[in-house]
């Protein structure tokens, strides 16, 4: 069994991703908090991430044709691109 570790200042962010992973089928087996070395948790200091919100900038007004061409002149074969996708898991 393979165990990762992730260390966050930003604690919303941490539980949505713990939140995201469990959705996946992986175990979340603990959580702690570790203090800095005067025994309080780590203030923001001005500057820095707000911690209360998700550091995930969201694009206003998307260009989804810019991707529009990328297959242009390529033969497409909805089954090939489906294998390769998927790998057989379908």
Same mark, same amino acid.
């Given at each position: ?9 930003? @604690? ?16 979340? *087996?603990?959580?702690?908090? *570790?203090?800095?070395?005067? $025994? ?6 001005? $500057? ?8 995930? *900038? ?10 529009? $061409?990328?297959? @242009?002149?390529? @033969? ?5 691109? &489906?294998?390769?996708?998927?790998? $057989? &898991?379908?």
């Amino acid at each position: 069994m393979v165990e990762v570790t992730i260390r966050t200042d930003n @604690e919303l962010a941490l539980q949505k991703l713990l939140d995201f992973i469990s959705t996946l089928g992986f175990q979340v *087996v603990g959580k702690k908090q *570790v203090k800095n070395g005067k $025994g309080k948790s780590k203030a923001v200091k001005a $500057g820095e991430q707000d911690l209360t919100e998700l550091p995930i *900038v969201w694009a206003e007004e998307p260009d989804v044709m810019a991707l529009a $061409g990328i297959w @242009e002149g390529q @033969e497409i074969d909805p089954e090939q691109l &489906r294998k390769d996708a998927w790998g $057989g &898991r379908l």
